[in-house]
């Protein structure tokens, strides 16, 4: 068997170290050079800023841009004070260029690199200071200047590339056109890389806080909810208990309430047969599901979970609490995901569960379509009839039924009807590969 191998895998580990140091540079400093990027105000939320006052605040967020633009003066004063005996358009691009290319950090920084590296020849030149070149005093200061900004708002990666390019500048210029006796190239090197060291340290360091801040963020949260879960737990324990010993007391009372009633008629003792089992198979069911908030090794029952071949079974039970039922089955059946079959069955039980509840005495149907994209679902019921009142709710059964709906990628809408009953319709989507599993 023969291996094909792209030309990226076939190179040597230096070679692709080379490129991707290479694509670093055209990332750092050749794309979008013309980009307009405005220098950020200072967080004054933090640190020593947030102890002034309001209004001072407002303007401390300016302080990085005043720090820029008192370098800029700073500049041009160190060039006018070379040429202050002379005038004209040299003088002005002597004193001026340095000045303005500094204050270009605020808005478009690397640019204001590249044409302060292009900007030193000819200034050095015009002024005729062949003393340090390529380097004139304030091109010296004004790079500087400009490494320091550049740096403090890009990537530490991006200082050791113009550490590099303005050695590389220098040292072609100082070997190949050298123009006087010395040369600023060592004292230009040596006093960048103290600025781009500097600048890189503050920067990795502030990173770092950030990263603690967001780490202490993301704790707190997490502590947060973990406080939020074990209360929900507490509850849950509690519930358990609570309901369990209700519904214990529930099927022992129906047991024996035939007993002490003479000669009980038939329904009678079917009606409390009845209230047994379903307190029963609901205390089963209870000690099943919330036991898991119990026992910390809680493991999965082995006793199987209910299907849609088990809706006969559910209905028949809702039928003997007196509840009239139609059930509608409709398409080709066949056996779908475990999911989509719990959860449609959950779906209908909490359905006519919601009926007995909600609306006694009324009729209610059931209908199931199996269809080529899904399980389609819709349980609706009359309008309330009899003298028994509706039992109030506060509607975390249509939410549960929602969230199962959504959890498996479907829709579901329950809304009243206009004769006064109600209508749930939940349609849960699976594919020709889920149901052949």
């Excluded at 002597?94 to 044409?115: E, I, Q, Y």
């Excluded at 010296?140 to 590389?168: D, E, K, N, Q, S």
């Excluded at 099927?251 to 047994?276: K, M």
């Excluded at 209908?367 to 899904?374: A, F, I, P």
Aim: aromatic letters at 8%.
């Amino acid at each position: 068997m023969t291996q094909t191998r792209s030309p990226e895998t076939s190179r040597s580990p230096e070679i692709r170290l080379v490129q991707a140091a290479l694509g670093g540079l055209r990332q750092e400093l050749f794309h979008d050079v013309l980009a307009y990027r405005p220098l950020p105000r200072m967080d004054t939320g933090t640190g020593p800023a947030r102890f002034l006052p309001k209004r001072i605040r407002e303007y401390a967020g300016l302080v990085p841009h005043a720090f820029v633009v008192l370098c800029a003066v700073f500049v041009f004063a160190v060039g006018y004070e070379r040429i202050y005996y002379s005038f004209g358009l040299p003088s002005f691009v002597v004193v001026g260029v340095p000045a303005a290319l500094v204050l270009l950090t605020l808005v478009r920084p690397v640019l204001a690199f590249w044409a302060s590296l292009g900007s030193s020849v000819f200034v050095g030149y015009l002024g005729g200071f062949v003393s340090g070149w390529p380097w004139s005093p304030n091109t010296f200061a004004a790079h500087l200047v400009i490494l320091g900004v550049v740096a403090a708002r890009t990537r530490p990666r991006t200082a050791v590339w113009m550490w590099i390019l303005t050695a590389c500048h220098g040292v072609f210029f100082e070997l190949f056109l050298g123009m006087g006796s010395t040369s600023d190239t060592v004292p230009v090197i040596f006093g960048s890389a103290l600025v781009l060291l500097t600048v890189t340290v503050f920067q990795v360091r502030r990173q770092a806080d950030r990263e603690v801040i967001a780490e202490r963020t993301v704790t707190a949260e997490e502590r947060s909810k973990r406080t939020l879960l074990e209360e929900r737990t507490t509850i849950a324990r509690e519930l358990h208990d609570v309901v369990a010993h209700h519904m214990s007391v529930v099927a022992i009372q129906a047991e024996a309430a035939p007993y002490r009633v003479d000669n009980p008629p038939p329904e009678l003792e079917q009606a409390f047969r009845t209230i047994r089992e379903n307190a029963v198979a609901a205390l089963t069911e209870l000690r099943r599901i919330l036991g898991v908030v119990r026992a910390e090794d809680y493991e999965a029952p082995e006793a199987p979970q209910p299907t849609l071949t088990d809706l006969e079974a559910l209905v028949a039970n809702v039928r003997e609490a007196g509840l009239v039922v139609d059930k509608t089955v409709t398409g080709a059946i066949r056996e779908l995901p475990q999911g989509v079959e719990l959860s449609a069955y959950r779906i209908v039980q909490e359905a006519l569960s919601n009926v007995l509840r909600h609306a006694p005495g009324a009729a209610a149907k059931v209908e199931v379509s199996y269809v080529l994209g899904g399980l389609g679902l819709r349980v609706a019921n009359g309008p309330a009839r009899g003298l028994v009142k509706p039992s109030p709710g506060a509607g975390h059964g249509i939410t549960g039924m929602r969230e199962r709906v959504t959890m498996l990628g479907g829709e579901m809408t329950a809304e009243a009807t206009g004769d006064g009953g109600y209508e749930v319709t939940a349609f849960v989507p699976v594919s020709r590969e889920e149901a052949d599993r």
